[in-house]
T-cell receptor
Framework: DSGVTQTPKHLITATGQRVTLRCSPR?????VYWYQQSLDQGLQFLIQ???????AKGNILERFSAQQFPDLHSELNLSSLELGDSALYFC????????????FGEGSRLTVL | AQTVTQSQPEMSVQEAETVTLSCTYD???????LFWYKQPPSRQMILVIR??????QNATENRFSVNFQKAAKSFSLKISDSQLGDAAMYFC????????????FGTGTSLTVIP
């Protein structure tokens, strides 16, 4: 158990819909990262938050948005969903100390039909 | 820009044998961190091993060890006495502390263990 909690674990929805993925980082971790992993693909970095502030943005579509709340949990909002958005979405957290690794949640598997 | 390259999309190894997965990276920095993550069929991302660039000694974790060649910007993972449970996707990752603690991942190597 990494200590990072993601909900829901599985989600099936239709094209055009909107979903919210939730992440609770490990206790004490201020940084939250979101990654997208399509079938048999690598990890695509979407966005990073640090203590409520956006720190870095990767290949995140305009239809996607995220935020980190004062209690440090984070939400990734995906709207106007398309078939190609079907993927495993990982949340990971890390302390800011040097050399600390990312701790990953189990992922939220999104299927868009 | 920092990039991480894994040139072997797929590898296979006989059970109990040794296999080496390759990783190279591009950076102009001297102080950074490297990681290998394992992603088994469960899709959970699991840290295998970590290397600090300022340490010359190669990291070792039980059957897993790395060959860190800083000048060559190479960071390979050696798995000894391979077991069926080692079958997974392996990702190499680079972290430079001063760029917002960004992590850069390679595209992964899929390892098959043959009984």
């Amino acid at each position: 158990d990494s200590g990072v909690t993601q909900t829901p674990k599985h989600l099936i929805t239709a094209t055009g819909q909107r979903v919210t993925l939730r992440c609770s980082p490990r206790s004490g971790d201020l940084s939250v990262y979101w990654y997208q992993q399509s079938l048999d693909q690598g990890l695509q970095f979407l966005i990073q938050y640090y203590n409520g502030e956006e720190r870095a943005k990767g290949n995140i579509l305009e239809r996607f948005s995220a935020q980190q709340f004062p209690d440090l949990h984070s939400e990734l909002n995906l709207s106007s969903l398309e078939l190609g958005d079907s993927a495993l979405y990982f949340c990971a957290s890390s302390v800011t100390g040097r050399g600390q690794e990312l701790f990953f949640g189990e992922g939220s598997r999104l299927t868009v039909l | 820009a920092q990039t991480v390259t894994q040139s072997q999309p797929e590898m296979s190894v006989q059970e109990a044998e040794t296999v080496t997965l390759s990783c190279t990276y591009d950076t102009s920095e001297s102080d950074y961190y490297l990681f290998w993550y394992k992603q088994p069929p469960s899709r959970q991302m699991i840290l295998v091993i970590r290397q600090e660039a300022y340490k010359q000694q190669n990291a070792t974790e039980n059957r897993f060890s790395v060959n860190f060649q800083k000048a060559a910007k190479s960071f390979s993972l050696k798995i000894s006495d391979s077991q069926l449970g080692d079958a997974a996707m392996y990702f190499c990752a680079y972290r430079y502390p001063n760029t917002g603690n960004q992590f850069y991942f390679g595209t992964g190597t899929s390892l098959t263990v043959i009984p």
